[in-house]
Structure formats: structure tokens, C-alpha cells
């Protein structure tokens, strides 16, 4: 099982900046994708940016020059840097990886969320 610790939440005004890491414990396994998700109060679980392992990026159209994803693939890390925040971005980020397949192994695993509270 892969554990994935997140951390780097935290309460901010309007037009700050946060950035957010997780850690994926170590791993035989091709890491696919890392990415990071968020859970608003009362929506839906959204995706708010991807790696994958060839280099290339996804965004939400809502962060999409704001908030930029990097990865350490050597230390498993992926991390956010979240700039010019605004209260709709307050939510739980939950960090997410996608690994390469084996039987009876899950291939997807899911951190516990890190709390982000924009003020305005």
C-alpha cells in the first residue's frame, strides 16, 4: 500500500500564496500520474491539476495561471504552488497517484487532504 502525507494547508487573505506538498511513500512501482484534487463545502470532488510521468500538465480551467504543479520524482513528491488565491479556493486538497497496475493491488491511492481557507 502506498501512503501519501500532505502538507502546507493553512489559512490566508485573498491574493496570497500557498504551497501545498505530498509525499508518497517509496514505491517499486511506475508512478503514472500525480496529481491534486479539492473538495469544496457542499461541491463536488474536482481535479485541480495533473503530472504525468512524460512531463506533460493538466489544469482546471479555474486555477489556470494561478497554481502550478511540479513533481521530485526521486523523492516522490509532488507539490502546488498556489499563488493570487481567492476565497473560491478555499477547500480540502487531497494530493492523488496513479501507479502502474499489478493484480490485487490497488492503482490508485488517495492522501487524507490538507485544509486551504481563503479569506477575502
Known amino acids: 500500500q502506498m501512503r501519501l502525507v500532505e502538507s502546507g494547508g493553512g489559512m490566508v487573505q485573498a491574493g496570497e500564496s500557498l504551497r501545498l506538498s505530498c509525499v508518497a511513500s517509496?514505491?517499486?512501482?511506475?508512478?503514472?500520474?500525480m496529481a491534486w484534487h479539492r473538495r469544496a463545502p457542499g461541491k463536488e470532488r474536482e481535479l485541480v491539476a495533473a503530472?504525468?510521468?512524460?512531463?506533460?500538465?493538466n489544469y482546471a480551467d479555474s486555477v489556470k495561471g494561478r497554481f502550478t504543479i511540479s513533481s521530485d520524482n526521486a523523492n516522490y513528491t509532488v507539490y502546488l504552488q498556489m499563488d493570487s488565491l481567492r476565497p473560491e479556493d478555499t477547500a480540502v486538497y487531497h494530493c492523488?497517484?496513479?501507479?502502474?497496475?499489478?493484480?490485487?493491488?490497488?492503482?490508485?491511492?488517495w492522501g487524507r487532504g490538507t485544509r486551504v481557507t481563503v479569506s477575502s
Open positions: 503530472i504525468h510521468n512524460d512531463g506533460t500538465t
Open positions: 492523488y497517484v496513479q501507479v502502474s497496475p499489478r493484480p490485487y493491488s490497488p492503482s490508485e491511492y
Open positions: 517509496a514505491t517499486d512501482r511506475t508512478i503514472n500520474t
